[in-house]
């Protein structure tokens, strides 16, 4: 028996490989194309990726047992993405913030830009400081929501959220124009909870003092950061890498486990 070696040329990342990967993988390819059109049929979308209807019904009975635990199903008549809207959310974040791990992401040059006007008008207001990842997330998970909202499907909020931002600004007679302008959307409370969703869980930190007052007021966020900073503790050593300022790592790695629930 002869062994399988994935030879990777010194000139490319183990990311780069990790894209060419998702970019050929079938099954990747078919939750992205009916993730931005929920019109296809079997035939269609056969005929659109050059296979037989057979092997995409069996491609899609395969993502359907994968995905399963999830709670997540493609259904076959129409084609479309259901099951618990966060956990979809979270997968098509992944999916193309990792398939597309540059600024080339599959959405167009003024959505984008509408984008940061908003981000930017509502940070200034809050007085957050948004850095480029911090940007890039943001910018990946509302156009992921915005699309869903397009087709129909929505978060609804608990009766006991909270918002944790000034979100009085997004008001704005002439920012509600231009989104609707660009979006064919009106920017209205609850696409508003859809766009924020990830930061208004009551979970997601936007500093390490915000991160200070969650931990103070909920046990469970105090035993979270602990495991945090004893994991830290435990790369460095391991590492030989020390940081005395780690305060913004505990944060994101906060933020990054909190988006898994």
Partial sequence: MNDLILNIPPNYSIEYV?????????HFTVIEKIFFRENYTIDTLADELFISTSTLRRTIKHINTTLAKEKILITMNPLKIIGEEYKICNLLIYLIAEKYPERDKPFSKIQMKTLDQLFFY???????????????KIRTWTMVSLIRIRHGH??????????????APLNDLMLKNLFKQVFRLDLNNRIIYQ???????GRYAFSPEHLKQLTETHPEK???KKEIVTLIKNI?????????NTDNLIVDINNVYNLQL
């Fill in 122 to 136: 509502i940070a200034k207001k809050n007085k957050v400081k948004l850095n480029y990842p911090d940007i890039e």
């Fill in 222 to 224: 105090e035993i979270l």
């Fill in 195 to 201: 766009l924020f969703v990830v930061f208004l869980n």
């Fill in 236 to 244: 460095a050593l391991k590492t030989g890498l020390h940081d005395s």
């Fill in 154 to 167: 929505f978060i609804f909020p608990n009766k006991d959220y909270e918002i944790p931002i000034d979100i």
């Fill in 18 to 26: 990790y894209t060419a990967m998702l970019k050929n993988s079938r």
